[in-house]
């Protein structure tokens, strides 16, 4: 059997790790933690901010709807008050789709 590497899922994501994900600074993270109240980063004992996996997947809804969408923060915040698991299956296809857009590009990059 060949071996393949399995891919290592991180239980906490830093400050940092977080703005180069969404490309953005640390205090628009911050400013997002304190409108919405789905994003619960941890804080260790120094108060630095440790983002789990849920805490990421809230920040992309959050993310699509403010910057693709267009929404305000406010109707950011109602839409995910009266459709929370509407909007995650819409970023789960999202996510799928971009995934399959690299594969694809990648095998048209090896041809």
Excluded: W
């Amino acid at each position: 059997m060949p071996y393949k590497e399995r891919e290592i899922n991180k239980l906490y994501y830093t400050m940092g790790e977080v703005t180069t994900m969404f490309g953005v600074n640390a205090s628009q993270i911050r400013f997002y933690e304190r409108e919405f109240d789905i994003i619960q980063p941890k804080k260790n004992k120094k108060g630095n901010r440790l983002f789990t996996p849920e805490d990421i997947a809230n920040l992309k809804i959050i993310f699509n709807l403010v910057k693709d969408k267009g929404y305000t923060l406010q109707g950011a915040r109602d839409y995910l008050r009266n459709n929370k698991s509407e909007a995650r299956e819409n970023q789960r296809v999202i996510d799928s789709l971009q995934r399959l857009k690299t594969f694809l590009l990648e095998v048209r990059d090896s041809l």
